[in-house]
């Protein structure tokens, strides 16, 4: 026990230090690149990265924790869940790119930049399925390989974006940047797997179908949570102007920030809690609790101090023409926490097999953030889609699971743990639920 809590330590450290320098560098090249590029420019760019990302839950097909936790049930099948899991992630990335391109020139059909930047930008979600093995790195404690991968890759592109910036280049090559980076994770992801003696890969049909008919689910409330997160850009580019998203996205982008902890620690506990779910379920519970609480304490802290010190955050870095940027960091900055709780339940939704219901409750949010985006966008501006995501975002993670009967103890876990009920005790009853 003493060993297998040393690797989890392990690892979160490896995760979070990844994390951290990729949150330096891509706050010091993204503070640069919004100042070089305007608020015009730089809202072109995220106007097609937030098309873009509506498919990428398309392109990684829901099948991450269902693949750690098949390897950790069956470890002799790795090579030919990792085999089969690549293959369908190619596929699905293929057709990605062709949708994404379609969609761009039926939203925008005149805006030839806008067209040739999504363009480029799409061939990035063909390198995704390689990403899956991040996943295997998982399910073993060592992504400390994948936070090496990952770091060398944000340095590179760092300094290839730096070369751009002093050669005045033209937006498309920012644009090319991110195509650039999915390449290299890709690359350097294959050699180190390669490098720790990897399985050979295999592909079967058999198993795909197995993964694509429990994951399917997690595809469907995946493209919708893209939608409602990603929505109040497009929306905002398409209803008001793309000065007015690259504000926006300037929002975002700090507001984000905060991220890269709490998802260390989700990635680095999935297979450990994945684990005690098999041997004790109390102890289960209890991490579950844990794992929420210290998501619901955290951002609240974050929260605080994002809102006393935003206006003065968003001159620091980004310059007065960004100013309005504050206001939505002031909204958004809560609807972390509401994201983060959603990734970690994910991990007891695919522990309990519950995954065909979160298609329902994602639905609701999103159906509340479109009207929401509908309404308050023509009278608030961009401060109406930061209340209309927020919105969204407590209406998934708390709201909607409360009207299903096998759902809603996720919730009440996450208010036990608000309130740090049994999160501090050895024990919980298996009454609490």
Not at 3 to 11: L, P, T, Y
Not at 36 to 65: K, Q, R, T, V
Not at 155 to 172: E, F, Q, T, Y
Not at 327 to 339: D, Y
Request: aromatic share 12%.
């Amino acid at each position: 026990m003493r060993i297998r809590k040393s690797k989890v330590f392990n690892n979160i450290s490896w995760i979070l230090a990844e994390r951290i320098v990729q949150l330096v560098i891509a706050l010091f090249v993204g503070i640069m690149s919004a100042r070089f590029l305007g608020p015009s420019n730089f809202g072109l760019i995220n106007y097609s990265i937030s098309i873009m990302s509506l498919f990428f839950a398309f392109c990684e097909l829901g099948i991450a924790d269902i693949f750690i936790r098949d390897v950790l049930n069956e470890p002799s099948t790795t090579g030919v869940r990792l085999g089969s899991g690549i293959m369908m992630r190619f596929i699905a990335g293929f057709i990605s790119m062709i949708l994404m391109i379609v969609t761009v020139i039926v939203i925008d059909p005149t805006n030839e930049i806008v067209i040739y930047v999504s363009i480029v930008l799409s061939f990035s979600l063909i390198f995704r399925s390689i990403e899956l093995i991040d996943s295997w790195f998982q399910s073993r404690l060592q992504s400390k390989y994948v936070s090496i991968s990952k770091i060398l890759t944000g340095v590179c592109i760092a300094i290839w974006k730096i070369s751009l910036l002093m050669m005045n280049a033209p937006v498309i090559w920012f644009a090319f940047s991110t195509t650039l980076e999915a390449m290299l994770v890709s690359a350097i992801l294959l050699f180190m797997y390669v490098k720790k003696g990897g399985v050979k890969w295999e592909f079967s049909m058999q198993i795909s179908k197995g993964m694509l008919s429990q994951s399917y689910h997690l595809i469907i409330s995946g493209l919708l949570v893209s939608l409602y997160t990603k929505l109040g850009q497009i929306m905002i580019g398409s209803m008001i102007g793309e000065v007015d998203v690259g504000i926006y996205s300037a929002a975002i982008r700090l507001s984000d920030m905060w991220y890269i902890i709490p998802l260390a620690i989700i990635n680095s506990v999935t297979p450990v809690i994945i684990e005690q779910r098999k041997h004790d379920y109390e102890a289960y519970i209890r991490k579950l609790k844990q794992l929420y609480a210290v998501i619901i304490w955290m951002g609240i802290g974050v929260g605080i101090i994002f809102s006393i010190f935003s206006l003065f955050i968003v001159h620091t870095l980004y310059g007065e023409a960004y100013s309005r940027a504050a206001g939505v960091l002031n909204i958004n900055i809560w609807a972390g926490t509401f994201a983060m709780l959603g990734s970690a339940r994910s991990i007891w939704i695919v522990c309990e097999n519950y995954q065909k219901y979160v298609k329902h409750y994602i639905i609701f949010g999103t159906v509340i953030n479109v009207v929401l985006n509908w309404i308050l966008i023509p009278k608030l501006g961009i401060y109406g889609a930061s209340w209309s995501t927020l919105i969204a975002q407590i209406v998934v993670a708390i709201i909607a699971p409360l009207f299903y009967k096998r759902t809603r103890a996720s919730s009440l876990l996450m208010f036990d743990a608000l309130l740090l009920r049994g999160v501090l005790q050895q024990r919980v009853r298996s009454s609490a639920l």
